[in-house]
């Protein structure tokens, strides 16, 4: 429900507002709200002890959420949501493969059903 309401609240809210502007205050609600989470869960002291390994894996993540969305919001802001989306969710077939490439993970009916 949050991912549909993501889209089309998106799509409304940028109507008259350049895209990578829309995903800068849209970011910067996201990162205000997970570091409220993590305070209110007590899990910043957990910083200390993250691995330079793991920063840099969690650091590339954010470096390619933030092109992702970048891109998703100047697609919703020309295109048509409908379409956008779709195409937008293909990233779960590539996710399925790049893991089955990368960790070796075994391609099962129930995973091929969840793609579809």
């Known amino acids: 429900m949050f991912a549909a309401l993501t889209s089309i609240l998106a799509k409304v809210g940028i109507e008259d507002v350049e895209s990578n502007l829309g995903t800068a205050i849209r970011t910067a609600v996201v990162l205000v709200m997970a ?15 993250i691995v330079p390994r793991e920063l840099m894996f969690i650091g590339l993540s954010g470096l390619a959420t933030g092109a ?3 891109c998703y919001f100047y697609a919703i ?11 937008d969710k293909l990233s779960i ?8 490439i990368a960790f070796r993970e075994k391609p099962s009916r129930t995973r091929c059903w969840g793609c579809s």
């Open 68 to 70: 992702s969305w970048l």
């Open 35 to 49: 570091w409220v989470i993590v305070w209110m869960r007590g899990k910043q002291k957990q910083l200390r002890t």
């Open 93 to 100: 077939v590539f996710t399925v493969t790049f893991s089955c």
């Open 77 to 87: 802001q020309q295109g048509v949501v409908s379409v956008v989306v779709p195409i």
